[in-house]
């Protein structure tokens, strides 16, 4: 009678258990878009203002290392998230990297609206809205990785 009791507890218990590793962790999501904005923000600050206007509007490419610098930032917010929450990595990557995007278009907005005072033309509103995507579609991706580098999940 005693074993069935212990049992049901330690069921009921792992059923508990699993169900919390599901529920969606806005530390874990915040650890990740942080990490995602750590190195995005100051690149992005540094690609809005070389020599005085963006990168992508000069002749050079160097804002392609720009890109693939927050390309990669993403991914290791993917990667973090994905560690730490392996049962829901897809899940809390993706919140996380709607909240960085959400901070980064705020800002980019913020800056052309009150700051540089310029128009928002259509071309730089799509550009934006191909970027987020991307970004959420990557830091995804980077989930899958670090699913598969946390202990227990091979």
Do not use: N
Request: aromatic share 6%.
């Amino acid at each position: 009678m005693g074993d069935k009791k212990l049992g049901a507890r330690s069921l009921a218990s792992e059923r508990e258990s699993s169900s919390q590793k599901k529920r969606l962790s806005w530390l874990d999501v915040s650890l990740s878009a942080l990490v995602v904005l750590v190195v995005t923000v100051p690149t992005m600050a540094v690609e809005e203002d070389w020599h005085g206007r963006p990168m992508i509007d000069q002749p050079s490419h160097l804002w392609l290392a720009a890109a693939m610098l927050v390309l990669a930032a993403f991914v290791a917010g993917g990667v973090i998230a994905g560690y730490r929450r392996p049962a829901t990595a897809a899940t809390h990557a993706t919140v996380a990297a709607v909240v960085a995007v959400a901070v980064l278009l705020l800002g980019a907005f913020a800056r052309r609206h009150w700051f540089v005072h310029e128009d928002l033309p259509g071309s730089v509103v799509r550009l934006w809205c191909f970027g987020g995507a991307i970004a959420i579609l990557v830091s995804a991706a980077g989930s899958q990785v670090g699913r598969r580098l946390a202990p227990g999940t091979r």
